[in-house]
């Protein structure tokens, strides 16, 4: 067991207490909810973990050094850049797949605008953006926020590359 699952299995127990101490229908509705959001991303969460263990054994790792390793510099953030934009999914679905580039070989400058660029720039997330705040303000962020994936990366790179 690691930190995080520790720490998630000390939230959930006591959010759970919390729950019961307010009756039994708040506990009884929490326990509902949590089974449904279980039930809706199972499948995506078996998908994803096979992904990982298949990018894994199949990623040759020579390519992945060659594109996105260490010694890639800002031609290798930049991939990452792109890489990030394009990643479908939340956090459950896209951190297995970014780790398992990480363990095969990618440096942490084009790691860090993966995580960076899909965290700010999401193409996927504008198609509900969009409807809610508009185009001008999903431009507006877009645009400003381009930039950083890239000096996350680099900044990255020379702080704790090789």
């Known amino acids: 067991m690691n930190v995080s699952t520790i720490t998630l299995s000390i939230i959930a127990v006591g959010m759970a207490i919390i729950a019961f101490l307010r009756g039994k229908p708040i506990l009884a509705g929490g326990l509902e909810i949590s089974w449904a959001t ?5 499948v995506l969460l078996v998908l994803a973990f096979s992904i990982v ?16 390793g260490p010694g890639s510099g ?3 953030v ?18 297995p797949l970014i780790a398992s580039i990480y363990e ?9 605008a993966v995580v960076t660029s899909w965290a700010s720039l999401a ?10 705040l508009g185009w ?3 431009a507006l962020r877009l645009s400003l926020g381009v930039s950083v ?4 990366g680099i900044a990255g790179q020379l702080l704790f590359g090789t």
């Open 38 to 42: 279980f039930k809706r991303t199972a």
């Open 53 to 68: 263990g298949f990018i894994n054994v199949l990623s040759p790792q020579d390519l992945v050094r060659e594109w996105i």
């Open 74 to 76: 800002v031609v290798g």
């Open 78 to 95: 930049l991939i990452g850049a792109v890489m990030g934009m394009l990643l479908p999914g939340g956090p459950y679905v896209v951190f």
């Open 104 to 112: 095969a070989g990618a440096g942490i400058g084009p790691t860090l």
């Open 123 to 132: 193409l996927l997330s504008v198609s509900f953006e969009i409807p809610f």
């Open 136 to 138: 001008r303000f999903s």
């Open 149 to 152: 994936p890239l000096l996350v």
